[in-house]
């Protein structure tokens, strides 16, 4: 095997959008990116629910010369929380807010928190994926009164196209995943921590794919599952 250049050990991940839409929303969504409007700020948003305070059962050791730090296998599970974040395409900069549920009520709270801190003045362009809460009736009536909201809708199974998911990466590998948390409350303390230390020295991601390369690659990827149904 590895002398024919091939891993079988190693699997990639991926899923091809169904949406009958995607072209759409992926064009809208890429202009955004690549030629922001002016006088607006555009800010990718999503939720990371159900946030578990995990304490391991006996203390962790920490890393030696020679060997790595070490935990216990099993946990005890203290709560959680859902975290609701928008990145700031522009700027890097993230506006976060730690919230007990995941219904239309978090959600408004949410993007009242965000008509807040984003300046009088500035249009705001939201980015965000399908999830029933967005598209609540309540929540429909607020955006009818505050018209510098805009929404822009992902793609069905295209998570990746919300630049936000690489914050929440970056989140889960550098704070929750090795982290001890004996409640709730130290969870949120640390995640809030974690935002202010993202806000201190915020860096953009850099997006450079054009709609029209993305086209051609899921047009590729189309086709070879195609070959694949058919034989």
């Known amino acids: 095997m590895v002398e024919l250049g091939l891993q079988p050990h190693r699997v990639t991940t991926f899923k091809v959008s169904n949406d009958p839409h995607f072209t759409d929303k992926l064009i809208d969504i890429v202009g955004l990116y690549l030629d922001p409007p002016e006088r607006a700020v555009v800010l990718c948003m999503d939720e990371k629910s159900q946030i578990q305070a995990l304490d391991r059962t006996q203390a962790t050791l920490p890393m030696t010369k020679g060997r790595a730090g070490t935990m216990t296998h099993d946990y005890k599970r203290n709560g959680t929380t859902t975290l609701f974040a928008a990145l700031d395409v522009l700027t890097g900069r993230v506006i976060g807010q730690c919230l007990p549920r995941h219904r239309h009520q978090e959600f408004l709270a949410f993007l009242k928190t ?6 009088k003045g500035l249009q705001v362009h939201v980015i965000l994926d399908n999830y029933s809460t967005h598209k609540h009736a309540e929540v429909q009536r607020w955006l009818s009164r505050h018209k510098r909201f805009h ?12 630049q936000v998911e690489n914050w929440f990466g970056t989140l889960t590998d550098k704070n929750l995943r090795r982290g001890v948390f004996g409640s709730v409350n130290e969870l949120i303390v640390s995640i809030e921590e974690f935002l202010e230390v993202t806000n201190d020295n915020p860096k953009p991601y850099i997006w450079t794919a054009t709609a029209e390369s993305i086209l051609a690659k899921v047009a590729r990827a189309r086709s070879s599952l195609q070959q694949v149904v058919s034989q």
Request: overall charge negative.
């Open 114 to 119: 965000i008509d807040s801190e984003v300046p």
């Open 151 to 162: 929404l822009h809708f992902t793609p069905t199974s295209s998570s990746w196209l919300n």
